[in-house]
């Protein structure tokens, strides 16, 4: 019966292996999606190319043909990240871009990116960590269009003066995603980690509100922003 089943694992492995040889981009995202895994649960330092290949079910010399330093993957992780968080935030790349800052929903923006930093605590901060690191953080498609949208609002006359937009970017998404850390320690349940999500939302935006904005011009979500917040259980 041990033998049957060890000729079958062998099969089924032979089988895999195959299926990868004839499906490279196939092999690709399982390493990914294995990396992703290993770096939500152990962070950048337990990161490495052979424990990846052998959570994605590859050989080690198959995994170095994709990614030849743990560095090639914490980057194309952070690539993967950037588009989900990108998607979560702005909705489609090829309409987030043309879109008047002025029609921006301040709120929902920083609902949704809070609410990502949440379900998202590890890679979002090792994809965080690279672009502040990064030379050119402007690669990255969301810091660019985050960063941008800043700059486009502070030419309008909704925003108060001299804002710094890179300054502004850096602090907002530092606390964004650095406050699941709190949340996390602090919150039991999925509901109790939802209103610390709210709570740092409404925080933000009262900032926003009274730093970057110009609270008359937004006179409806000033007064909901300043209301008394709600009692925390």
């Known amino acids: 019966m041990g033998s049957t ?5 062998n099969q089924n492995a032979r089988e895999r292996r195959a299926r990868r040889k004839r499906d490279p981009e196939g092999t690709r995202e399982a390493i990914l999606e294995a990396a992703r895994e290993v ?8 990161l490495s190319v052979a424990q990846v290949a052998q959570r994605a079910g590859v050989n080690r010399g198959t995994a170095y043909q994709h990614f030849q330093t743990r560095e090639q993957l914490i980057e ?5 990240v950037s588009e989900k968080l990108y998607k979560a935030v702005f909705g489609d790349q090829a ?31 090792v994809w965080l960590l690279e672009v502040l690191s990064s030379r050119r953080p402007a690669n990255d498609p969301f810091w660019r269009q985050y960063e941008s949208n800043f700059e ?23 606390g964004t995603f650095i406050w699941p850390v709190w949340a996390r320690a602090h919150a039991r349940t999925a509901k109790e980690r939802q209103q610390m999500a709210d709570r740092f939302t409404r925080e933000i935006l009262r900032l926003c509100l009274h ?8 006179s409806e979500l000033d007064a909901r922003v300043t209301r008394k917040p709600p009692k925390r259980t």
Not at 5 to 9: L, S, V
Not at 39 to 46: I, N
Not at 76 to 80: D, H, I, Q, R, V
Not at 152 to 174: G, K
């Open 152 to 174: 486009r609002f502070a030419a309008t006359e909704l925003a108060q003066s001299n804002i710094d937009a890179e300054v502004l970017s850096v602090l907002i998404l530092a």
């Open 76 to 80: 194309a992780t952070a690539t993967w």
């Open 39 to 46: 770096l939500a649960q152990d962070g950048k330092e337990g």
């Open 211 to 218: 730093g970057t904005m110009r609270p008359e011009k937004y």
């Open 5 to 9: 089943g060890n000729m079958a694992d």
């Open 95 to 125: 309409t987030a871009a043309d879109q008047p800052v002025e029609n921006i929903n301040v709120e929902s923006v920083n609902g949704h990116l809070a609410e990502f930093a949440m379900e998202n605590p590890a890679l979002g901060r």
